[in-house]
């Protein structure tokens, strides 16, 4: 786990990803709107959010528009990082 931690401390974009999908589910346009970043960087980002358990994508048959939610894991590691 500290090993996570250290990842997403070292990785603005990764972590203000897990927090912008506190509220709700988004998709990485939306995220990418909301964050002023490249739409590549922040889908690039939740690919590996994803392989680490911290989100999981929704509707993952969409090859657009593709919804994803913080999993409890990656609610777990945000509320370590407070």
């Known amino acids: 786990m500290y090993e996570e931690i250290a ?8 972590l ?5 999908l506190l509220s709700e589910p988004k ?3 939306e995220i990418a709107k909301d964050l ?7 889908s690039r980002s939740l ?11 929704l509707t993952p048959n969409q090859y657009n528009y593709r919804h ?9 590691i945000i509320d370590k990082l407070k």
């Open 47 to 57: 690919k590996q959010l994803e392989e680490q358990k911290f989100v999981e994508c």
């Open 16 to 20: 203000t990803i897990l927090k912008k």
């Open 7 to 14: 990842d997403l401390k070292r990785s603005k974009t990764k």
């Open 68 to 76: 994803y939610q913080i999993t409890s894991k990656g609610r777990k």
């Open 36 to 42: 002023k970043l490249y739409q590549s960087s922040v």
């Open 27 to 29: 998709t990485p346009m």
